[in-house]
């Protein structure tokens, strides 16, 4: 058996770079991705992983360091998988992501809007409300770690603080290893969900095992310390069980305060991770869909009501449609703590429809779009039933909004207004970008 090559540190000079922060080198006629080179720069890199059309390094070294790099916050930067632009500012990540965003609707959907808007910024460090941390007993490391996965391998980077997490999250995480180390179950123990609203803070341990009595006493301990309020997941979304507090009589919650909206929600709910720059992508989206009171308004992938119940205190009417029936179910309570009446909110798979639906044909002058990563295909391709005079798409992922902008341009002849970024990871590779589209008008 033929034994596999060694991998050898190389040194190469950076031609260009990909949207999510890696150089690029072109070295024997293949292209080599390394994570954290910038364009001019020589650098020092191994291959981590080989493809059939590049290859995937690491870098070890900057020889000769562009005038862009700049150091770092974070000391696991490089290691850790959660951020991969922390060596740029956030005005050259803003270009980066600008440019992603630009060519996916270009290259994908052959369409450009009329105007390029401003990228919506916000806060760039402590901005995370919501995060997801894996969790593994190391003994060769002599600790628990706690935080994200590494860059190059799916191993969980040793870090000690999260400069993205919101406060005081920021600086538990050593706090959490520690504490989790002293646990029975610390092996059987695989991830920590966080959540910080506006009244409290949330910590949900996913366990495979039951925890001990001992153990329950030191989740109690901790989050009576440090005021948090601490979850067991033994199973699915629905085996939530709070432990610390014994009871609570407010749910966690965020506010709208220009829509005067509070959204209360559950600690395994999806939220915006950016509640500044939330409330930002709301009240713009709420004026580029600009619904007066005559207005039937159509939030497909509502979720919990984020964009619902605002328009509900402009529109006539709004319908959310949502896939999980949790999250209908609470976007009707919201609605109704609110005070909404003019709100309601039904269960469908949305990339499952075929056009038999009622509520396509109800007729609606707004549609609100805020899709997963997948995007919106299966309503686009039926938009022609619902034909509304304004759609604002809300996309996490600018390939699938640049698909789903060229069917509606080109086959559904809407007019792509205005597009643009939405900074809410900074940081990271990842593109949230907003489109608003009109309905041309028809020939007499």
Same mark, same amino acid.
């Given at each position: 058996?033929?034994?596999?090559?060694? $991998?050898?540190?190389?040194?190469?000079?950076?031609?260009?770079?990909?949207?999510?922060?890696?150089?690029?080198?072109?070295?024997?006629?293949?292209?080599?991705?390394?994570?954290?080179?910038?364009?001019?720069?020589?650098?020092?890199?191994?291959?981590?992983?080989?493809?059939?059309?590049?290859?995937?390094?690491?870098? *070890?070294?900057?020889?000769?360091?562009?005038?862009?790099?700049?150091? /770092?916050?974070?000391?696991?930067?490089?290691?850790?998988?959660?951020?991969?632009?922390?060596?740029?500012?956030?005005?050259?990540?803003?270009?980066?992501?600008?440019?992603?965003?630009?060519? #996916?609707?270009?290259?994908?959907?052959?369409?450009?809007?009329?105007?390029?808007?401003?990228?919506?910024?916000?806060?760039?460090?402590?901005? !995370?409300?919501?995060? $997801?941390?894996?969790?593994?007993?190391?003994?060769?490391?002599?600790?628990?770690?706690?935080?994200?996965?590494?860059?190059?391998?799916?191993?969980?980077?040793?870090?000690?603080?999260?400069? &993205?997490?919101?406060?005081?999250?920021?600086?538990?995480?050593?706090?959490?290893?520690? *504490? &989790?180390?002293?646990?029975?179950?610390?092996?059987?123990?695989?991830?920590?969900?966080?959540?910080?609203?506006?009244?409290?803070?949330?910590? &949900?341990?996913?366990?495979?095992?039951?925890?001990?009595?001992?153990?329950?006493?030191?989740? &109690?301990?901790?989050?009576?310390?440090?005021?948090?309020?601490?979850?067991?997941?033994?199973?699915?979304?629905?085996?939530?069980?709070?432990?610390?507090?014994?009871?609570?009589?407010?749910?966690?919650?965020?506010?709208?305060?220009?829509?005067?909206?509070?959204?209360?929600?559950?600690?395994?709910?999806?939220?915006?991770? #950016?509640?500044?720059?939330?409330?930002?992508?709301?009240?713009?989206?709420?004026?580029?869909?600009?619904?007066?009171? #005559?207005?039937?308004?159509?939030?497909?992938?509502?979720?919990?009501?984020?964009?619902?119940?605002?328009?509900?205190?402009?529109?006539?009417?709004?319908?959310?449609?949502?896939?999980?029936?949790? *999250?209908?179910?609470?976007?009707?309570?919201?609605? !109704?703590?609110?005070?909404?009446? #003019?709100?309601?909110? $039904?269960? /469908?798979?949305?990339?499952?429809?075929?056009?038999?639906?009622?509520?396509?044909?109800?007729?609606?002058?707004?549609?609100?779009?805020?899709?997963?990563?997948?995007?919106?295909?299966?309503?686009?391709? $039926?938009?022609?039933?619902?034909?509304?005079?304004?759609?604002?798409?809300?996309?996490?992922?600018?390939?699938? *909004?640049?698909?789903? /902008?060229?069917?509606?341009?080109?086959?559904?002849?809407?007019?792509?207004?205005?597009?643009?970024?939405?900074?809410?990871?900074?940081?990271?590779?990842?593109?949230?970008?907003?489109?608003?589209?009109?309905?041309?008008?028809?020939?007499?």
């Amino acid at each position: 058996m033929a034994r596999k090559k060694r $991998r050898e540190p190389e040194t190469a000079t950076i031609e260009s770079a990909t949207h999510d922060g890696r150089g690029i080198a072109a070295i024997s006629g293949k292209k080599v991705f390394v994570a954290g080179a910038l364009p001019g720069e020589t650098v020092e890199f191994i291959r981590r992983k080989s493809r059939r059309k590049y290859d995937e390094a690491e870098l *070890l070294q900057v020889i000769d360091r562009s005038d862009d790099r700049i150091e /770092a916050r974070c000391e696991a930067f490089g290691r850790c998988g959660g951020c991969s632009l922390q060596h740029v500012d956030a005005d050259y990540q803003r270009a980066i992501k600008s440019q992603t965003l630009k060519d #996916n609707l270009e290259r994908i959907g052959k369409v450009k809007p009329d105007t390029w808007l401003e990228p919506m910024t916000g806060p760039i460090w402590g901005y !995370r409300r919501r995060a $997801r941390l894996a969790v593994k007993d190391v003994p060769a490391k002599g600790r628990v770690l706690v935080g994200f996965r590494e860059k190059h391998a799916p191993f969980i980077t040793d870090m000690h603080r999260c400069e &993205v997490l919101a406060k005081p999250v920021d600086a538990m995480i050593s706090d959490l290893s520690e *504490l &989790v180390a002293r646990l029975s179950i610390r092996s059987r123990l695989p991830q920590i969900e966080v959540a910080v609203a506006e009244n409290g803070i949330a910590l &949900v341990f996913r366990v495979l095992d039951p925890p001990s009595e001992a153990d329950r006493e030191h989740l &109690v301990a901790f989050g009576l310390e440090r005021d948090l309020r601490i979850y067991l997941q033994p199973g699915g979304l629905d085996s939530l069980q709070l432990i610390q507090p014994a009871e609570c009589d407010e749910s966690l919650h965020y506010s709208l305060p220009e829509f005067d909206v509070r959204i209360d929600f559950e600690p395994i709910d999806f939220v915006q991770v #950016n509640s500044e720059i939330n409330r930002r992508m709301v009240r713009f989206a709420v004026e580029q869909l600009d619904a007066g009171p #005559n207005d039937r308004v159509l939030d497909l992938f509502c979720g919990i009501g984020n964009f619902s119940l605002p328009l509900a205190r402009q529109a006539a009417t709004v319908l959310g449609i949502e896939g999980e029936k949790t *999250l209908v179910q609470r976007a009707a309570e919201n609605a !109704r703590r609110n005070g909404l009446d #003019n709100a309601a909110f $039904r269960v /469908a798979d949305l990339g499952k429809i075929d056009g038999s639906e009622a509520w396509l044909k109800a007729g609606w002058d707004r549609v609100l779009l805020d899709p997963a990563r997948s995007g919106a295909a299966e309503v686009v391709a $039926r938009m022609a039933a619902i034909n509304p005079a304004r759609i604002v798409y809300v996309s996490c992922h600018p390939g699938t *909004l640049a698909r789903d /902008a060229g069917i509606l341009v080109h086959e559904h002849h809407y007019r792509l207004e205005s597009a643009g970024i939405i900074d809410m990871f900074p940081h990271t590779a990842h593109v949230e970008s907003i489109a608003v589209f009109t309905r041309k008008p028809t020939s007499p």
